[in-house]
Nanobody, 121 residues
Framework: QVQLVESGGGLVQPGGSLRLSCAAS????????MAWYRQTPGKQRELVAG???????NYADSVKGRFTISRDNAKNTMYLQMNSLKPEDTAVYHC???????????????WGQGTQITVSS
């Protein structure tokens, strides 16, 4: 009923930049908080950044000053601009969103399939 699709991942050299997108589609009435998480093998999933429907954002300490989260509510899309990338940023990045669906206005949390970011020279 709702799909989240990430794009923009890939291989980048240390110090480089990438921009991730997360597009939501389906039976959407309202999108509340959206966020980016990342996960590496053997580690717990880590919150990278989150953003409310009003645009308030928060960041993990490890990415503050380097990553910027934003969203376009008209397009149901969230972005993550990643600058000054480091090898330790290598992970699978997932987007998530708390969405009020058109099906009885139920709220659910949805996840994208993930996109790989590899920072390496």
């Amino acid at each position: 009923q709702v799909q989240l699709v990430e794009s923009g991942g890939g291989l980048v050299q240390p110090g480089g930049s990438l921009r991730l997108s997360c597009a939501a589609s389906g039976r959407i009435f309202r999108i509340n908080t959206m966020a980016w998480y990342r996960q590496t093998p053997g580690k717990q999933r880590e919150l990278v950044a989150g953003i409310t429907s009003g645009g308030s954002s928060n960041y993990a300490d490890s990415v503050k000053g380097r990553f910027t989260i934003s969203r376009d509510n008209a397009k149901n899309t969230m972005y993550l601009q990643m600058n000054s990338l480091k090898p330790e940023d290598t992970a699978v990045y997932h987007c998530t969103a708390n969405i009020e669906t058109t099906v009885y206005r139920l709220q659910e949390t949805f996840w994208g399939q993930g996109t790989q970011i590899t920072v390496s020279s």
